[in-house]
């Protein structure tokens, strides 16, 4: 019994999804979300262009309420609209743009609608997108053309979840053409980036344990800040104080006495002593 009440009940919103998709056409919508609250029954659409879905004075947002009351059982919907930031990012925004552009066109001018989409897609600041137009264009046989730019992930988890995938179609004349869009958002985290701080310094602490062995252990993990380089001193070569020797020259007003002198005074005291006798 629980099976069935759940089944019953994801498929009732998959067909009121479908009904306001029938309904708001050419709106830019880009997803739909059912919640229950103790009120009601809540509808959140998220869209481009909010004016067109309320109308006047918020005239088609209650027909809106009415029909899906009357149709699908409601008890007391509220319709909630949410505007798209950046609608060049939104896969199924995109997807509806380039189907209304091919039905006002052509498919003669396929190639600028691809590469006009890509390029807005690109400037938005996606990682990378890529448009795949398949049907008669224009020709007799059926091809595909493909748009591609930027890096995308084709494979992987990434791929599933974070690559924004849509699917719409295009009625011509010659028929019917499809459009695939994918677009990697620039917000999505891959996971192979790698986030590297800058001037982080790790303290390793060495400490001995009772065995005697020694252990690094990570103490804290510090942000020093830049240290400029020192600048270098210039060398003063001290002057080395020499000794001053002064060299004091006494002049001797004696002369040395010479052997002729000798002589003279040997015979002077040889004299004096000879008179005194």
Request: aromatic share 6%; hydrophobic share 35%; glycine share 6%.
């Amino acid at each position: 019994m629980i099976e069935r009440d759940f089944i019953a009940q994801k498929t009732k919103e998959y067909y009121i999804r479908k009904f306001i998709e029938e309904r708001l056409q050419k709106v830019g919508i880009s997803q739909i979300k059912l919640k229950k609250i103790p009120l009601g029954e809540k509808i959140i659409i998220d869209t481009s262009r909010p004016s067109l879905i309320v109308g006047s004075k918020g005239t088609n947002i209650k027909d809106l309420t009415k029909v899906l009351k009357k149709k699908f059982k409601l008890e007391n919907p509220q319709i909630e609209i949410n505007e798209v930031r950046d609608p060049f990012l939104d896969a199924t925004i995109v997807a509806e743009k380039i189907s209304s552009s091919l039905e006002r066109f052509g498919s003669a001018r396929f190639k600028g609608v691809g590469h006009k989409m890509m390029t807005q897609v690109m400037n938005s600041g996606a990682y990378g997108v890529e448009i795949i137009i398949s049907g008669k264009i224009p020709g007799a046989r059926a091809k595909s053309w493909r748009f591609y730019m930027g890096y995308l992930k084709k494979c992987g988890d990434v791929a599933i979840h974070g690559v924004r995938k849509a699917y719409t179609t295009a009625l011509l004349k010659s028929g019917i053409i499809g459009i695939k869009v994918a677009i990697m958002p620039p917000d999505l985290e891959l996971p192979d980036s790698v986030k590297i701080l800058e001037h982080a310094r790790i303290e390793l602490v060495e400490k001995k344990t009772d065995d005697g062995s020694e252990k690094e252990e990570k103490l804290e993990e510090k942000k020093t800040p830049k240290k400029r380089a020192p600048r270098k001193k210039k060398e003063v070569k001290e002057e080395v104080p020499v000794a001053e020797t002064k060299v004091e020259e006494t002049e001797s007003t004696e002369q040395p006495e010479t052997t002729e002198d000798k002589v003279e005074l040997t015979e002077d005291k040889e004299e004096a002593a000879e008179e005194e006798e």
